[in-house]
Nanobody, 124 residues
Framework: QVQLVESGGGLVQVGASLRLSCAAS????????VAWFRQAPGKERMFVAS????????YYADAVKGRFTVSRDNAKNTVYLQMNSLNPEDAAVYYC?????????????????WGQGTQVTVSS
């Protein structure tokens, strides 16, 4: 079992930055790829970014490419999502998720463990 806890969400203005954290406990976290997904009210859960277990490979949704950066510190069992130049379309509940294996990183159904989510609100 892996337990995930997100933090760092909040209310910011357009153009601001936030850094989300996903702290893990339980089984060897460094064995898992981790992704961030987000879900806005009335919309489907969408892939945002992912990072491989080693941190060598990262992937981003087109909507956030160039603005968001995913990273991890396996010594601290934590994955981060640095979000810059936030706009109202980024407002959502952000979830981190972990998976083992080589299944498609962008499909939420391939992830085994989920956090409770953290709210990001962007005010114009």
């Amino acid at each position: 079992q892996v337990q995930l806890v997100e933090s760092g969400g909040g209310l910011v203005q357009v153009g601001a930055s936030l850094r989300l954290s996903c702290a893990a406990s339980g089984r060897a976290f460094s064995n898992y790829a981790v992704a961030w997904f987000r879900q806005a009210p009335g919309k489907e859960r969408m892939f945002v970014a992912s990072i491989s277990w080693s941190g060598d490979n990262t992937y981003y949704a087109d909507a956030v490419k160039g603005r968001f950066t995913v990273s991890r510190d396996n010594a601290k069992n934590t994955v981060y999502l640095q979000m810059n130049s936030l706009n109202p379309e980024d407002a959502a509940v952000y979830y981190c998720a972990a998976k083992s294996g080589a299944a498609d990183y962008s499909l939420w159904s391939n992830y085994d463990y989920w956090g409770q989510g953290t709210q990001v609100t962007v005010s114009s």
